[in-house]
T-cell receptor, first 111, second 113 residues
Framework: DGGITQSPKYLFRKEGQNVTLSCEQN?????MYWYRQDPGQGLRLIYY???????QKGDIAEGYSVSREKKESFPLTVTSAQKNPTAFYLC??????????FGPGTRLTVL | QQQVKQSPQSLIVQKGGISIINCAYE??????FPWYQQFPGKGPALLIA?????SEKKEGRFTISFNKSAKQFSLHIMDSQPGDSATYFC????????????FGSGTRLLVRP
């Protein structure tokens, strides 16, 4: 079953805690992206990576960090510096410069 | 700042009717305009996309109309069905090396039986 997987589906974070969201793809896509979705708003880009071992900040990178050690994987860490992390997080991938395809999402809630 | 403005925020249509969602952009440096469909709790799925050298693209009941001079594009859903009830996002892709997508704020469509 090819595609993009995200885990966990639901994640709860305590104040001051770092959490890591997983994103894996087996589509052999070069580029991977992380978006944040809040109710009533469009998707906002957090980080993106066009090639292994390289990534760029998106529009709302503060309080987040990423790594791209493997082509298939692009984990996102939500750090304690992110003051309002409750949101739906979406990972996407694409062949470089082509259409982006999205994973099923992770819903993060701060307790 | 580059923006994509989407309207309406929500839309209610009777089964069999036409749903129309509009988007407008403020920067000419976009080269690709996809529409995504998202069901609650799921990731967005690509529905249909258009490039600026084409004025219209149709796939089944879904049609994109593109007006380059007005910097506007719209999605038409013909013969709308209850299963079409979802949130729809338009997007525009930057024509630079980043290939970043700029998303509209979304339209929540409800198709009544």
């Amino acid at each position: 079953d090819g595609g993009i997987t995200q885990s966990p589906k639901y994640l709860f974070r305590k104040e001051g805690q770092n959490v890591t969201l997983s994103c894996e793809q087996n589509l052999n896509h070069d580029a991977m992206y992380w978006y944040r979705q809040d109710p009533g708003q469009g998707l906002r880009l957090i980080y993106y990576s066009q090639i292994v071992n390289d990534f760029q900040k998106g529009d709302i990178a503060e309080g987040y960090s990423v790594s791209r050690e493997k082509k298939e994987s692009f984990p996102l860490t939500v750090t304690s510096a992110q003051k309002n992390p409750t949101a739906f997080y979406l990972c996407a991938s694409s062949i470089f410069g082509d259409t982006q395809y999205f994973g099923p999402g992770t819903r993060l809630t701060v307790l | 700042q580059q923006q994509v403005k989407q309207s309406p925020q929500s839309l209610i249509v009777q089964k069999g009717g036409i749903s129309i969602i509009n988007c407008a952009y403020e920067n000419t440096a976009f080269d690709y305009f996809p529409w995504y469909q998202q069901f609650p709790g799921k990731g967005p799925a690509l529905l249909i996309a258009i490039r600026p050298d084409v004025s219209e693209k149709k796939e089944g009941r879904f049609t994109i109309s593109f007006n380059k001079s007005a910097k506007q594009f719209s999605l038409h859903i013909m013969d709308s069905q209850p299963g079409d009830s979802a949130t729809y996002f338009c997007a525009a892709r930057r024509m630079d090396s980043s290939y970043k997508l700029i998303f509209g704020s979304g339209t929540r469509l409800l198709v009544r039986p």
